[in-house]
């Protein structure tokens, strides 16, 4: 893992006082009583380093990328400039708490997109959008579409904390408020610089093997060196034992026996899969991660946790306590809702914490106490 702080003196552990409580403020400030912006021509410029003009902020924004509906929704306080999204998108928003944050997100079209990330045009121009978000690695056939319709596009691009850092400032500068993307932005640095320094020293012994399968139940693909679960593994104080392998890997179950995972990480995308599925595998009996239970469903909150996305400095916090409880004692239900009280304007309740973070399906997982509501008064 390259380092951001490399030069920070490490530390036994993470601040007592939880580092989200002043970002929450700071982005509440800006995110929630930003003044109007001027209706003036804007211009961005997106991450396949096109010029995008429009006539002023975006009002009605589309987003095809699964993570961006809920992106959008935080740097902008709301589901107003939300006018459509990826079916997967609004799946995620529905099924976590933002769908209780803003029941109105339920009427919100989602039929925008065919196949994987091609766009449905017809669609798309029934909702009239300002702008349409798209991937930008997907390839010219799902960006073409949009274009030849006259309709503007801005691109985005997958895999690394600085593209992600990335899709914030665009969005924010095409609400016409750039200094939200700063804020956020900061609050990432100032987490990540915290875990960096509570990890530091680490000897390679004491660093676990974490296997993350972003499929399980379909096939067992898992997550190889360059992805951003490799990156959050190492961050958090980890190894990766796929690292051997490049990007996103199907596998078989010798291969994954092989690596002896010591922690598994399940994805949020297969609604249905649990913790329950991998200890009820018999060819996995014998694991690391099974013997001691250390099979965890990554949490769901504004959006999925394990891909990139606004909350990621949750998951990083809820990974290292995971992995290292010694070095990162934070009350992340505490960071939870300060986060969310500034970000999305409420507070959860005990009871959507506990969702949020799978209390029903990880509770009885090694180490998952901790995170209990008892546990993080």
């Known amino acids: 893992m390259t380092s951001r702080s490399a030069e920070r003196a490490p530390t036994r552990r993470g601040p007592t006082r939880p580092a989200l409580r002043c970002a929450a403020a700071a982005l509440l400030a800006g995110t929630m009583a930003a003044p109007a912006a001027a209706a003036e021509p ?3 410029t997106d991450q396949s380093g096109r010029t995008v003009t429009l006539d002023g ?39 976590g708490v933002l769908g209780e944050f803003f029941p109105e997100a339920r ?27 798209q991937w930008a ?40 408020e750039p200094e939200r993307a700063g804020r956020f932005i900061d609050w990432r640095e100032r987490t990540l610089g915290e875990i960096e320094a509570a990890t530091a ?28 679960n490799d990156y959050y593994i190492g961050l958090a104080g980890g190894i990766n034992p796929a690292a051997g392998e490049e990007g996103w890997r199907t596998v078989n179950p010798e291969q994954v026996i092989a690596w002896d995972p010591e922690v598994i990480l399940l994805n949020g995308f297969e609604e249905d899969l649990s913790p329950q599925d991998v200890y009820d595998n018999p060819l996995y009996a014998g694991l ?23 909350e990621s400095p949750l998951m990083w916090l809820w990974l290292t306590e995971l992995l290292h409880p010694e070095r990162m004692d934070r009350p992340l239900r505490r960071e939870i809702a300060d986060a969310y009280e500034c970000i999305y304007g409420t507070r959860p309740s005990e009871a959507q914490i506990d969702a949020i973070l799978r209390l029903p399906m990880n509770g009885d997982a090694a180490h998952y106490g901790v995170f209990a509501a008892a546990a993080g008064q």
């Open 57 to 95: 902020p975006a009002e009605r924004i589309a987003t095809i990328p699964i993570p961006a509906a809920s992106m959008l929704v935080a740097v902008d306080g709301g589901t107003d400039r939300l006018a459509a999204m990826h079916p997967l998108s609004k799946t995620a928003l529905l099924e």
């Open 137 to 176: 690695h997907q390839g010219d056939d799902i960006v073409e579409p949009l274009i030849n319709a006259g309709l503007p596009v801005a691109t985005f691009h997958y895999g690394t904390e600085d593209l992600t850092r990335g899709w914030l400032e665009i969005m924010a500068a095409a609400t016409g």
């Open 288 to 310: 690391t991660a099974v013997q001691e239970r250390r099979v965890y469903k990554v949490p769901l909150g504004g959006y999925r946790w394990d891909p990139p996305n606004q």
């Open 107 to 133: 009427d919100i079209p989602s039929e925008i997109v065919g196949q994987g990330f091609m766009p449905n045009v017809e669609e798309l121009l029934a909702v009239s959008p300002d702008l349409v978000f």
């Open 201 to 228: 020293g680490l000897a390679e012994e004491d660093r676990p093997r974490v296997l993350y399968f972003l499929r399980y139940l379909s096939d067992l693909r898992i997550a190889g060196s360059g992805t951003y």
């Open 42 to 44: 804007l211009t961005l």
